[in-house]
């Protein structure tokens, strides 16, 4: 069984630049949720997909998009980043939304935006 | 909004005490799970709790949820070195698909 998996690793972008994140789903998994974790925090709720459509979103503005492919790997897109957009991102992937279903975390991607 | 509150937010023990950490919410959570975080690594997922009063172990980690369903806590036996790291909570608040994490417990523990 292979576990939730993340790329790139690390990433460093300049204010206004656009990225792209991705993230390949435990196997047998169809929810994928992002998160955004920055420096000594929780991680934050940014969104989830079930079955390629958002189903829940967090308070993160409309630059922070996503898509869920029919592999269900997922993208997170964030345009017009901003200083306050370093954070190490985590990708998580569960059997259904909601309810008891356990999340399983990838490493995570850490972005620097300068 | 729906807030899960850690307590304590740091702490730091010799080697073979004991420790307790209480995560609470004005929510109802329909689980709670709690993970345990490394320094660049994603969280791992400890246990789920989903019934009122529950209490799981496993090995020196008692976890307990609140009868209410919006309190948790996480205990700690006999705390060895390899227990450092952040330990956080995280639910469903009942009848939403966010899933939200606690502000995070960082414990030390000296050898």
């Known amino acids: 069984e292979t576990g939730v998996t993340q790329s790139p690793t690390h990433l460093i972008k300049t204010r206004g630049q656009q990225v792209t994140l991705r993230c390949s789903s435990q196997?047998?998994?169809?929810?994928v949720s992002w998160y955004q974790q920055a420096l000594g925090q929780g991680p934050q709720f940014i969104f989830q997909?079930?079955?390629?459509?958002?189903?829940g979103r967090g308070n993160f503005p409309p630059r922070f998009s996503g898509l869920q492919f029919p592999n269900y790997s997922s993208e997170l897109n964030v345009n017009a980043l901003e200083l306050d957009d370093s954070a190490l991102y985590l990708c998580?992937?569960?059997?259904?939304?909601?309810?008891?279903?356990?999340?399983?975390f990838g490493p995570g991607t850490r972005l620097t935006v300068l | 909004t729906q807030l899960l509150e850690q307590s304590p937010q740091f702490l730091s023990i010799q080697e073979g005490e004991n420790l307790t950490v209480y995560c609470n919410s004005s929510?109802?959570?329909?689980?709670l799970q709690w993970y345990r975080q490394e320094p660049g690594e994603g969280p791992v997922l400890l246990v789920t709790?989903?019934?009122?009063?529950e209490v799981k172990k496993l090995k020196r980690l008692t976890f307990q949820f609140g009868d209410a369903r919006k309190d948790s806590s996480l205990h700690i036996t006999a705390a060895q070195p390899g227990d450092t790291g952040l330990y956080l909570c995280?639910?469903?608040?009942?009848?939403?698909?966010?899933?939200?994490f606690g502000t995070g417990t960082r414990l030390k523990v000296l050898a």
């Open positions: 998580a992937s569960s059997l259904g939304s909601g309810g008891i279903n356990e999340q399983f």
């Open positions: 196997s047998g998994h169809n929810t």
């Open positions: 997909y079930y079955r390629e459509e958002e189903n």
């Open positions: 929510s109802v959570f329909s689980s």
């Open positions: 709790v989903v019934t009122g009063g």
């Open positions: 995280a639910g469903h608040p009942s009848g939403t698909y966010k899933y939200i």
